[in-house]
């Protein structure tokens, strides 16, 4: 069985830093691409960043490049998502995905993640 359980979501104020950290089991977490997504109230999910599989090249949504930072750790099956400078804009609920087809390039598409976590949320105040 397949679980993403996603941790470290909570409320900060702006200009604040949180880090989510999501745990893989059930696949070989080292040949899955790792992505971050949210969804804020009343819109679609959106692609935030993801982490290769391989050489652990990484991609970021404008919004977020220079203050949030993805990275792994193949050891705990685990991927983190440090986010800095969080704006109130940044509010959401942040889903953690894996993609385990080996695919490349990276994809930001949500429909090629088929696993993904239950999300855990994030407000950020002003």
């Known amino acids: 069985q397949v679980q993403l359980v996603e941790s470290g979501g909570g409320l900060v104020q702006a200009g604040g830093s949180l880090r989510l950290s999501c745990v893989l089991s059930?696949?070989?977490?080292?040949?899955?691409?790792m992505g971050w997504f949210r969804q804020a109230p009343g819109k679609d999910r959106e692609f935030v960043a993801t982490i290769s599989w391989s050489s652990g090249r990484t991609y970021y949504t404008d919004a977020v490049k220079g203050r949030f930072t993805i990275s792994r750790d193949n050891a705990k099956n685990t991927v983190y998502l440090q986010m800095n400078s969080l704006k109130p804009e940044d509010t959401a609920v942040y889903y953690c995905a894996a993609d385990r087809s080996l695919r490349s390039p990276l994809t930001t598409r949500a429909t090629d993640y088929g696993y993904w976590g239950q999300g855990t949320p994030v407000t950020v105040s002003s």
């Open positions: 059930g696949l070989t977490f080292s040949r899955c691409t």
